[in-house]
């Protein structure tokens, strides 16, 4: 669609979540757990760059709050509370993010931020 700001941040965005997927491996295997992999059934994809906002902190909102329920159970394991702590603040960053950016498209309407995205 042409919108390379936009997907400069989404391409960094999934950079950095595959690189907390290597954190949290890593960290399962040091304690001698197990991981898999399983085939998921794939979401709709949103083509719309506002509705994809939307989406996507519809996730967020709820991913965050799971996270803030975990750290109490990890009290006893620094380690991981200290790995899932910098999780944490990463993805309310991206949270912010999508906030901000929703309220940009309200504050100057939708055609002038799809501009700033070129």
């Not at 690189?19 to 197990?34: A, H, M, P, T, Y």
């Not at 519809?58 to 975990?70: D, T």
């Not at 790995?83 to 309407?109: R, T």
Request: proline fraction near 1%.
């Amino acid at each position: 669609m042409g919108l390379t700001v936009l997907a400069k941040k989404y391409t960094g965005h999934y950079t950095e979540e595959m690189e907390w997927v290597e954190k949290f491996i890593s960290r399962i295997n040091d304690l001698g757990g197990e991981f898999k992999i399983e085939d998921q059934k794939g979401r709709e994809l949103v083509k719309d760059p506002e509705e994809y906002i939307k989406a996507d902190l519809a996730i967020q909102e709820k991913g965050v709050e799971i996270l803030y329920n975990c750290m109490a159970e990890l009290k006893d394991d620094l380690t991981t509370y200290d790995i899932l702590k910098a999780y944490l603040a990463d993805e309310e960053e991206d949270l912010y993010w999508s906030q901000g950016a929703l309220d940009l498209i309200q504050l100057i309407g939708r055609e002038n931020w799809l501009a700033k995205q070129l």
